[in-house]
């Protein structure tokens, strides 16, 4: 088995609109409904004093907002969810889950079915255990969703975890039994994904193998990652997951990897994200939640980047000066990737939403006095601004489009138009019949410095008489087009006087130095 650990860059979380009623582990996750994926929460605890609610609601990656939707009809939490087509509708299916007082667990045989067409929840068969299931991990191909592991118990003197699989029946409302896994496991990580070759596998990540002699402590938690292949109805473990041992991660599938997040070592919350490639068995480290969390719910909307920068500076209509730099300033932010929410911490409940956008690698400006941009001028830069001068009169359009980190194109922004016209040293419109200005001004530090604006290049004699008439210095100075500064040395105070020559036409100046 090879593993190869690398870091991955190019993310980044940030805080979105919080969930009404903080849970955690509910069931949750990626749910495609209309052409938007949204991110599921139903039931959950509600405290770490182990209160419980019915609370099933959305959030919309489009509007970042959440919706409410029918309530779940159990209040637990440790229940798990999956998406699923049923009669031509994509719902969303619940199995098992746990209620206790923090002394005696009960747990749920139960399995239902939402339907957001009518809104409504269909009682389903139930799982076929005893006594009852809660963290079961779940997979889902064609007609069927695959309930695998979870924690088992009476609720008074038998307590475990479970290596079993059923294979639920979407059409036919019924379960028949599967390869069982090779160890006992509940709370696990789970998704489903293409898989090396090329077909469908449910994977799972850590979780916990037993309960410990007191109940509600888990014990050995494990790194296992395991495959489930579809097509073979066989078991084969993958490379581990890296870092500690922990159970109650969620994963999300973005783009053929799995985002595997935060989880609870047994004393203490985690933040890590790891990413899993399928494809090569491989490993990565993925952006950090801003906190550590377990008991989360999670779903990749992998939305478009359908919406272009916004620009700021120059305004549209602005003037500015030619052959003068200026800062051309506009501002975008990366797409939404994932969404993280629905989580716990060691100590309690918390109630955040943590949004993962891709960073932007690359934005693309482009400007032109072409209003119609079939001809144009364009830079590359990766900060969301550029210094540009513009070197003709008349009207300039300039627009931008922004690349991210997964190598996705914003659309082009709205044209923002400037006029550029030529400028005195003022900032007013230059005088067409002085085409060269000149300011002068004494330092302290013993120094005359001149500010020379030309409307071409050219080449100018300089020379500087010190306060008793003596010339001090004469040079040729050569004047690029637009704003030129020169700076002279000289070695006592008083008022100096400084001649620069173009051809027939001498430009005075009277310059005071204290020293």
């Given amino acids: 088995m090879s593993l190869a650990y690398a870091a991955l860059l190019g993310m980044s979380w940030s805080t979105g609109t919080n969930v009404p009623t903080g849970v955690a582990y ?89 339907n957001p067409v009518g809104n409504s929840w269909q009682s389903l068969t139930n799982v076929p255990v005893t006594d009852g299931s809660a963290g079961l991990a779940l997979g889902y191909h064609r007609d069927t969703i695959y309930v695998i592991g979870g924690a088992v118990s009476d609720g008074a003197t038998y307590k475990n975890a479970s290596n079993g699989l059923y294979k639920y029946s979407i059409t036919g409302n019924s379960y028949t039994t599967g390869t069982n896994v090779p160890y006992n496991i509940s709370e696990a990580a789970y998704a489903t994904t293409i898989n090396s070759s090329g077909d469908s596998s449910v994977f799972i990540f850590g979780g916990c193998q037993d309960y410990d002699d007191s109940w509600g402590t888990p014990s050995n938690f494990t790194t296992n ?21 922990r159970a109650g991660a969620v994963a999300a599938v973005l783009r053929g990897k799995i985002y595997v997040i935060g989880g609870f070592t047994g004393s203490a919350d985690v933040n890590r994200v790891d990413i899993y490639t399928p494809s090569s068995n491989s490993w990565a480290t993925g952006p950090a939640l801003p906190s550590a969390h377990d008991g989360g719910a999670a779903s990749a909307p992998d939305r478009p980047f359908n919406y272009p920068p ?35 911490t060691a100590s309690g409940i918390t109630n955040y939403t943590y949004i993962l956008r891709t960073d932007i690698s690359n934005n693309i400006l482009r400007y032109t006095q072409d209003p119609s941009f079939a001809t144009y ?16 009169v008349g009207w300039w359009y300039w627009t931008v489009r922004s690349i991210d980190d997964l190598g996705d194109s914003s659309a082009w922004s709205d044209t923002f138009s400037v006029y550029v016209k030529n400028c005195g040293l003022g900032g007013e419109e230059m005088d067409p019949g002085k085409p060269l200005e000149v300011n002068a001004r004494g330092l302290s530090v013993g120094s005359v410095e001149l500010d020379v604006l030309s409307a071409e290049a050219k080449e100018l004699s300089l020379e500087l008489y010190n306060p ?43 310059v005071a130095v204290i020293r």
């Fill in 310 to 344: 916004t620009l700021l500076f120059p305004p549209d209509g602005d003037t500015i000066c030619k052959d003068t730099t200026y800062g051309f300033d506009w501002d975008v932010v990366g797409p939404i990737k994932i969404i993280y929410n629905g989580e716990g």
């Fill in 26 to 114: 509910p069931a949750g996750g990626h749910y495609l409904y209309n052409g938007v994926v949204y991110s599921v929460l139903a039931s959950g605890c509600t405290s770490a004093s182990y209160t419980f609610t019915y609370q099933h609601i959305w959030f919309d990656p489009v509007n970042l907002n959440y919706i409410t939707k029918q309530d779940h009809p159990l209040g637990v939490y440790k229940i798990s969810g999956i998406a699923a087509p049923y009669s031509g509708t994509n719902c969303f299916f619940t199995f098992g889950g746990e209620w206790t007082d923090g002394m005696s667990p009960t747990l749920y045989r139960n399995a239902y079915r939402y």
């Fill in 468 to 510: 008793v008439g003596v010339l001090v210095e004469k040079r040729m100075v050569y004047l690029r087009r637009g704003l030129n500064t020169f700076s002279v040395p000289v070695s006592a105070g008083g008022t100096y006087v400084v001649l620069l020559r173009d051809g027939a036409r001498v430009i005075t100046k009277r």
């Fill in 377 to 392: 001028s364009q830079v590359t830069t990766v900060p969301t601004n550029y210094d540009l001068a513009l070197n003709q």
């Fill in 225 to 245: 990652t395991y495959e489930y292949r579809f097509s073979t109805g066989s078991w084969t473990s993958r490379a581990s997951l890296p870092g500690p041992a």
